[in-house]
């Protein structure tokens, strides 16, 4: 353990002596990346410390305990050596999965789309409901919320939904969320009592910042519209709202939630740069997942991954196989417990193939 800690000290040295470098700083985006490696680095480097100190508290222990001479030095040395005993194997656990290489996209903002599925007006509910949910998961997070663009079910909440997120490691939070998410509940529409499933998709994308991906703007057609929705007369009446069109891929991307055309247009381009850079992460999870058998982050947009069902308060995470008899918190953006255990089997899986490759 503490050579490969080694190792990671002599690039924790490397990168801290870059990221002061005048040719590094002018250069943004290996400074964004280099900052980000040296936060990460440096909490291993604490950990290192600690684990360190164990190990020489328990040589020290040993050493009392083997000479004998105090009884009372000696009773001390157990109690030391008992307690590093112990701390030694967590810290090793810790390290190791610290030591799993970290994925750049999971530290961007993200771009999460909702749309209703089967179910007619009950499935644009939910999805309705599944945007409150991640609004207030967010909001407890200090993330950012900000809507872009959205068309509403005729009986409540919203056929589509797209808003981006920003804050810390937003993407690498959100992206267990992408899949098929089903309801089991009595519409308010039914008036025998029946219990109807619904369904609505979640899409989450990393926002892909100019140097990710670039785009040739002779590639891209662009249409002004008319907003919709609420907004006033100043955003119904002018041509505010902005399509992008894609030409090679047919991917399309709108923002009509600025009452300014200049900023529907940048929300616009963003949103397009994201769904392309998602394209090819869609491919890498994909080879990843068959790599590792991961049923966590498979890319698979059409993989039913969760159910919520009002009648008995339990939600179903279907690929880990987790249920929790706590709806009525679940459905108020208390998901955190949910999204741990995802990682938690998705670190699981990684740290698995990094043992084999070590």
């Known amino acids: 353990m503490l050579e490969k800690l080694q190792i990671v000290k002599q690039r924790f040295d490397e990168v801290s002596d870059l990221i002061i470098q005048p040719d590094i700083i002018s250069d943004q985006k290996r400074y964004v990346q280099l900052n980000k490696e040296y936060k990460d680095l440096n909490a291993l480097m604490k950990k290192r410390e600690e684990y360190i100190e164990a190990t020489n508290n328990l040589a020290e222990a040993e050493e009392i305990i ?83 663009d959205f068309s509403e079910g005729t009986n409540g909440g919203f056929k589509e939904i797209q808003f981006e997120v920003s804050g810390e490691d937003v993407y690498g939070t959100l992206k267990f969320e992408a899949g098929v998410h089903r309801v089991q509940r009595v519409p308010q529409t ?65 923002c009509q939630d600025q009452k300014s055309q200049h900023k529907n247009k940048e929300k616009a381009f963003k949103v397009l740069r994201s769904r392309l850079y998602d394209l090819e992460l869609a491919k890498k999870q994909e080879e990843d997942a068959a790599i590792r058998g991961s049923q966590v982050t498979s890319g698979d947009r059409s993989a039913k991954i969760r159910t919520y069902n009002y009648p008995q308060g339990r939600v179903t995470d279907h690929r880990i196989g987790l249920t929790l008899y706590d709806l009525p918190n679940i459905v108020n953006g208390d998901i955190q417990k949910i999204i741990d255990e995802l990682q938690l089997a998705d670190n699981t899986e990684k740290l698995k193939a990094n043992d084999n490759v070590m």
């Open 66 to 148: 083997s000479d004998g001479s105090d009884a009372e030095m000696v009773d001390m040395a157990k109690m030391q050596y008992d307690e590093a005993k112990e701390t030694i194997p967590r810290l090793e656990e810790e390290i190791r999965f610290m030591l799993i290489p970290k994925d750049p996209t999971d530290a961007k903002n993200a771009v999460v789309e909702l749309r209703a599925g089967t179910g007619g007006d009950e499935a644009s509910i939910f999805a309705g409901d599944l945007f409150r949910m991640y609004t207030k998961y967010c909001e407890g997070k200090g993330w950012k919320v900000d809507t872009v």
């Open 190 to 254: 039914e008036t025998q009592g029946r219990v109807h499933t619904s369904a609505a998709t979640c899409m989450v994308f990393p926002e892909a910042e100019e140097f990710d991906i670039e785009i040739n703007p002779k590639e891209v057609r662009i249409d002004f519209f008319c907003s919709s929705g609420p907004g006033g007369q100043s955003v119904n009446t002018t041509y505010s709202a902005v399509r992008l069109t894609h030409i090679p891929t047919g991917l399309v991307a709108q």
